[in-house]
């Protein structure tokens, strides 16, 4: 059998200011803080064991896209001598505001196919709402700029159930986002992620979360897309043929990656783990030769079927049970198939031929079915 895909995600902890709902580590960044960082990136990959050529390249964080030409040009040259050949798929991730011509030049040239864009709304009110930066103008701009540069891929994340949004005003944003004709678009549910300012007012009671809006405004807006053309192929990702993000599928299929950069993780070689997500602390961890990661598991085949299902059940291509099943023979598969039976039963599932994937129904509540796969893995 060929290897899986290895992937290489490099987080990049650096945004002009911090977004009500963002938990992702990043701090403000200062020239020495990025010349540090990059230094440390060019040690760490330099303590990796690079076993075969990387298919697919992504840059998140933190705002990659915030680094100046020059410097997005000196990360660009550390990952790219590690590749053994151009990847397949090379992300970088970009806010509205910093998209300029001289930083998409320097992408374009080292060989990015990709860029991600975070919109989160067209509405002044609601990016306000969110702590957003950026306005609408300069989402316009920045997708013009993005288009002209010509990138292969291009992808703008939406958010929704935004306090105070309405069912009218997050279809016009998502009209609005397939108006401009992006290859993909990622619709991400607001979470209200601890110690964030919208946390800390839901706390209050100065914002409230409305589930039945939430579970609304999912199916209106997985039946607009597919109207504008845009297939599905996870919870909240949805594409034009050939333009899923490979890099994601990747991981949610519990292939291979190698993270590099503080808070990263990596699954590779038998293990799993993650970087400390702190700029010192992963400085002192590469320091000290090596990689950086803590909290190293070993990849038992069992972990990894139990992820595969909890991952893959998220995607519409489901999950080939059997084949994990014959891989994993030991795995408390008797307990795993009462439940995707009982799945099944409650119209959640489709679950035959050895395969499983979510009903409609069954992703509005892909959350809930994880935590019952891994119950059942025990
Ligand atoms: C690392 S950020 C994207 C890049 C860039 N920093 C930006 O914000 O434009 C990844 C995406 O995750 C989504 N996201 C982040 N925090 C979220 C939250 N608490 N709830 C829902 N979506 C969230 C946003 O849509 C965001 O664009
Ligand atoms: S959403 Fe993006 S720009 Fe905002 S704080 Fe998080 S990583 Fe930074």
């Not at 001598?81 to 998409?104: F, I, K, Q, S």
């Not at 860029?115 to 997708?143: C, D, K, N, W």
Request: net charge negative; proline share 6%.
């Amino acid at each position: 059998m060929p290897p899986v895909p290895l992937g290489l995600y490099v987080h990049v902890p650096f945004c002009a200011r911090t977004c009500d709902y963002c938990a992702f580590y990043q701090i403000s960044p200062t020239g020495e803080s990025i010349q540090r960082f990059l230094a440390g990136i060019a040690a760490e990959a330099a303590g990796v064991e690079w076993t075969r050529p990387i298919a697919t390249v992504f840059w998140g964080g933190g705002t990659p896209g915030l680094l100046a030409a020059r410097d997005l040009r000196r990360l660009g040259e550390i990952v790219r001598v590690r590749c053994g050949g151009p990847p397949r798929e090379w992300t970088v991730e970009m806010t509205p505001g910093a998209v300029t011509e001289a930083r998409l030049g320097a992408l374009r040239e080292l060989g990015v196919t990709r860029i991600s864009m975070g919109v989160q709304s067209f509405q002044p009110a609601l990016l306000a709402a969110l702590g957003r930066p950026h306005t609408r103008e300069q989402v316009y701009r920045a997708y013009d700029r993005v288009r002209t540069a010509g990138f292969a891929s291009v992808n703008l994340d939406l958010m929704f159930a935004v306090p105070g949004e309405r069912d009218d005003a997050w279809a016009a944003d998502v009209n609005e986002a397939v108006a401009l004709g992006p290859d993909h678009l990622s619709t991400y549910c607001l979470t209200f992620e601890e110690d964030t300012r919208l946390w800390v007012k839901l706390a209050e009671g100065q914002v409230r979360r409305d589930v039945e809006m939430e579970a609304r405004l999912y199916r209106a807006t997985w039946a607009q897309l597919a109207a504008a053309g845009y297939a599905q192929y996870e919870v909240s990702n949805f594409a034009r043929p050939g333009h899923a993000c490979l890099h994601n599928l990747n991981t949610w299929r519990m292939h291979e990656w190698i993270g590099l950069g503080p808070s990263a993780a990596s699954q590779q070689g038998g293990w799993r783990g993650a970087n400390p997500a702190d700029l010192d602390r992963w400085l002192a961890g590469v320091a000290r030769g090596g990689r950086a990661t803590e909290d190293r598991v070993r990849l038992t085949p069992a972990l990894l079927a139990e992820d595969a299902l909890i991952f893959g059940v998220r995607m519409n291509e489901g999950v080939d049970v059997a084949a994990w099943r014959a891989r994993v023979p030991a795995a408390p598969w008797p307990a795993v198939e009462t439940l995707l039976t009982r799945l099944a039963d409650e119209g959640l599932a489709v679950w035959g031929d050895g395969r499983v994937s979510l009903t409609e129904r069954g992703r509005l509540v892909a959350d809930a079915v994880g935590a019952e796969v891994m119950t059942a893995f025990g």
